[in-house]
């Protein structure tokens, strides 16, 4: 049987720094607030000339490099985003591809928000398992402060932007293979996260964007409890299903959306702050970016080996949620 494994991680972080203290002179908020209720510290964010195709491009000439691969050698490119290039068509993937040098192979987005990268892991897994597919690249990239409003203290100050890439590639080795990934969603609560307008349901206006309904939306305390409650459970069962304990985790990597978040989670299952990654406090929120980017800061200062077993965890807008369990399949740096 053919195992599928993350061959390589790379990331692209726009150069603007965006501190909270910059933020303070934008809308009524505060460093204090911000870094107690998030520890977000700093975001960074596109110049206005950059799409989200630029940056997935960036993350993902690195990702198929760092994999010893060339462009030719890549058969699907899926790109998870909430901030496509262009609504509806064409994809960023398509565009992303082509700037790769990446023609006539699939190239399609989906839309999970900040659960992006698990759903991606999902789906590479399932396409090479069919034995069609022999090295899948998956980008989860953003350009969210194109979303964000600045008037909105509630939202602006969360997130940032990035792009965060890998090769998903076919091997016979069990010691290096994406072990298990557990993706779900409930479209129940699909207004906790949501941008209205621009879409079929409230198409763009004059009368919606003076109503700034073209800007992400988020009921962030309804969402916050629900996903300290669902991260928390879905890790106990993809742990208890593996017969794997939390100890044996190397990293555990979940979505960077806030401290509190991270570390609720992080003390319910009992992992010691050098198994827990954090990246918020630097990059903010950057939705299906912040996994791949968290992976990438571990594997850029040396501390991640072939064979090192990952857990990670993600929640987001839909609402849509998914772990994975997986051995690093790369090199180290
Ligand atoms: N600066 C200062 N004050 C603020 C700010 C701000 N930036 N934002 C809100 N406040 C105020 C509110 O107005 C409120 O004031 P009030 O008590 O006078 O009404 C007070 O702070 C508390 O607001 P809450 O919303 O209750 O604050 P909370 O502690 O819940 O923190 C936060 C808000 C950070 C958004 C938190 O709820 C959260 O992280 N939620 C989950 C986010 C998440 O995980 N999202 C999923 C992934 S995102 C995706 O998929 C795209």
């Known amino acids: 049987m053919k195992y599928a494994s993350l061959k390589s991680i790379a990331s692209y972080v726009p150069s603007r720094c965006v501190s909270n203290f910059d933020l303070e002179k934008m809308v009524d908020t505060s460093d204090e607030w911000i870094t107690k209720r998030t520890g977000i510290k700093t975001r960074y964010f596109a110049e206005s000339s950059e799409a989200t195709s630029d940056l997935a491009t960036k993350a993902g000439q ?23 290039d262009y609504i509806g068509m064409p994809s960023t993937a398509c565009i992303t591809s082509y700037n790769l040098g990446i023609e006539n192979v699939p190239a399609f987005d989906i839309t999970t928000a900040c659960t992006g990268y698990i759903y991606l892991l999902s789906m590479a897994k399932a396409f090479i398992q069919t034995g069609e597919y022999q090295n899948i690249l998956i980008i989860g990239a953003e350009k969210i402060s194109s979303l964000l409003d600045f008037s909105d203290r509630t939202t602006c100050v969360l997130f940032g932007d990035g792009a965060g890439a890998s090769v998903v590639s076919a091997t016979e080795n069990e010691g290096e293979a994406i072990v298990d990934v557990h993706i779900s969603a409930n479209g129940k609560y699909s207004d ?34 629900l996903a300290v409650k669902t991260l928390a459970s879905d890790v ?41 990654v954090v990246t918020v406090d630097k990059y903010g929120n950057t939705s299906a970016a912040s996994i791949p980017m968290a992976i990438n800061s571990v594997y850029e200062s040396g ?25 690093f399949g790369g090199d180290s740096l």
Not at 263 to 275: H, I, R, Y
């Open 192 to 225: 906790f996260l949501i941008t209205p307008a621009c879409g079929s349901k409230i198409p763009a206006s004059a009368e919606a964007l003076a109503n700034h309904l073209q800007f992400i939306k988020m009921k962030g305390n309804e969402t916050f409890k």
């Open 236 to 276: 106990e069962h993809i742990l208890q299903k593996n017969s794997i304990a939390p100890s044996e985790v190397k990293y555990f990597i979940p979505h960077q959306a806030n401290l509190r978040i991270i570390s609720a989670v992080g003390e319910m299952l009992d992992f010691s702050s050098d198994q827990v």
């Open 303 to 327: 501390k991640l080996a072939k064979g090192d077993l990952l857990l990670l965890d993600a929640f987001g807008g839909g609402l849509t949620w998914g772990s994975a369990l997986l051995r």
């Open 62 to 84: 690195e990702a198929i490099r760092r994999a010893g691969l060339k462009p030719s050698d890549i058969d699907m490119v899926i790109v998870a985003t909430l901030s496509p």
